[in-house]
């Protein structure tokens, strides 16, 4: 909720932001309204660890294309920072014409290393080789979908209670990536009259996912350490979400499984 008066602008938010350790940190924070970008007057940026210390404190933000952006230089992230959950990220907004400033606090994750997509254009055209023909209008790629439905995985996997950023064989997430993004795609496809189809092909897709997702494993780094935790062990993707005792602290991190 906010004050009575001010503006409702909207902040996209899908998981926690990911900061990796030890390199300079590009981050970004956009605002909408009625599905426009709007441009802030002035932003800083602090990033606060655990405990409550400034990891960077009120750093003026750069406005490129509308979007408010720092880029947190790799000496302020040094070893001595513990990594992990339970960052924040506070961003303060200065709009044009607005009486107060907007404040965003955004949970964040301090890592030693960051997990990208493994799905691109070529994957969904091995799939159906002339789905590129029903790109609409001046699309030239999928992209916004594989994004979004990665997007949608790793919140899920944080609901579930993995830490995305642990996994060390995200070739294990491709299959789930794959029909989720088929499914997205398909999904569009099928808003029209005609689209019955296309919603049967969503629907098939969106079935796979589920079925690829309930028996997802994965190897973790629950330490940090860039290496596997049990070379010899698969966890899967599904599990309840409390911290065990049962795999120890190491590295003054808590494993979530």
């Known amino acids: 909720m906010i004050p009575t008066g001010a503006t409702l602008y909207s902040f996209r938010n899908s998981y926690p932001s990911v900061i990796v350790r030890e390199k300079a940190n590009l981050v970004r924070l956009a605002a909408?309204?009625?599905?426009?970008?709007?441009?802030?007057?002035?932003?800083?940026?602090?990033?606060?660890?655990?405990?409550?210390?400034?990891?960077?404190?009120?750093?003026?933000?750069?406005?490129?294309?509308?979007?408010?952006?720092?880029?947190?230089?790799?000496?302020?992230?040094?070893?001595?920072?513990?990594?992990?959950?339970?960052f924040q990220e506070r961003w303060v907004f200065t709009f044009s014409g607005e009486p107060a400033t907007v404040e965003i606090i955004r949970p964040a994750c301090l890592v030693v290393a960051a997990i990208y997509?493994?799905?691109?254009?070529?994957?969904?055209?091995?799939?159906?080789?002339?789905?590129?023909?029903?790109?609409?209008?001046s699309l030239t790629s999928f992209q916004g979908q594989i994004d979004e439905a990665w997007g949608q995985l790793m919140a899920r996997m944080v609901r579930h209670g993995r830490l995305p950023y642990c996994v060390r064989t995200p070739d294990a997430l491709r299959e789930c990536h794959l029909h989720l993004t088929l499914a997205i795609v398909f999904q569009g496809f099928g808003l029209g009259a005609e689209g019955e189809h296309w919603?049967?092909?969503?629907?098939?897709?969106?079935?796979?996912?589920?079925?690829?997702?309930?028996?997802?494993?994965?190897?973790?780094?629950?330490?940090?350490?860039?290496?596997?935790?049990?070379?010899?062990?698969?966890?899967?993707?599904?599990?309840?979400?409390?911290?065990?005792?049962?795999y120890g602290r190491r590295n003054s991190v808590w494993r979530r499984v």
């Open 117 to 137: 997509p493994v799905v691109t254009d070529l994957d969904l055209t091995a799939q159906y080789f002339d789905l590129g023909n029903y790109l609409a209008g």
């Open 199 to 246: 919603r049967v092909l969503a629907k098939q897709h969106r079935e796979s996912y589920e079925k690829s997702y309930q028996q997802l494993t994965v190897q973790l780094d629950s330490d940090q350490d860039r290496l596997v935790d049990n070379p010899n062990l698969r966890d899967p993707a599904t599990v309840p979400t409390f911290l065990s005792p049962a």
């Open 32 to 86: 909408y309204r009625s599905g426009a970008l709007v441009a802030p007057s002035s932003a800083t940026y602090t990033l606060v660890n655990p405990a409550g210390n400034a990891v960077v404190s009120a750093a003026s933000c750069t406005i490129s294309a509308s979007v408010a952006q720092y880029s947190i230089p790799s000496a302020s992230l040094p070893t001595t920072v513990g990594i992990g959950e339970g």
